[in-house]
């Protein structure tokens, strides 16, 4: 059974920074690429960032693109994704996702297993 587990989300204030982090189980995690989606009260879930097998590959949406970093540690099983420079229009619940084939990333339903969400709060 696949298992995604987010932390490291909070509350912060404009400008300033958080790194999440997303613990996979239950899956041969450096066989997979994975994203980070997000999802803002009343709005469609969105796609953020996705990194390939080996970290080699990344691919980000043009609202983060220089300012979050996404990567990968198989060894610990892990993505993270380090957001810097925050706005408050990046409050939202963020999502870790797998599964995708590569030229997919950007697609929700390419996706097969997700976590569960963690609160990210960027106050103006």
């Known amino acids: 059974q696949v298992q995604l587990v987010e932390s490291g989300g909070g509350l912060v204030q404009a400008g300033g920074s958080l790194r999440l982090s997303c613990a996979a189980s239950?899956?041969?995690?450096?066989?997979?690429?994975l994203g980070w989606f997000r999802q803002a009260p009343g709005k469609e879930r969105e796609f953020v960032a996705a990194i390939n097998w080996n970290g080699a590959s990344t691919n980000y949406a043009n609202s983060v693109k220089g300012r979050f970093t996404i990567s990968r540690d198989n060894a610990k099983s892990t993505v993270y994704l380090e957001m810097n420079s925050l706005k408050p229009e990046d409050s939202a619940i963020y999502f870790c996702a797998t599964g995708p084939k590569w030229s997919s990333v950007t697609s929700l339903s390419a996706y097969d297993n997700w976590g569960q969400g963690t609160q990210v709060t960027v106050s103006s």
């Open positions: 239950g899956l041969t995690f450096s066989n997979y690429a």
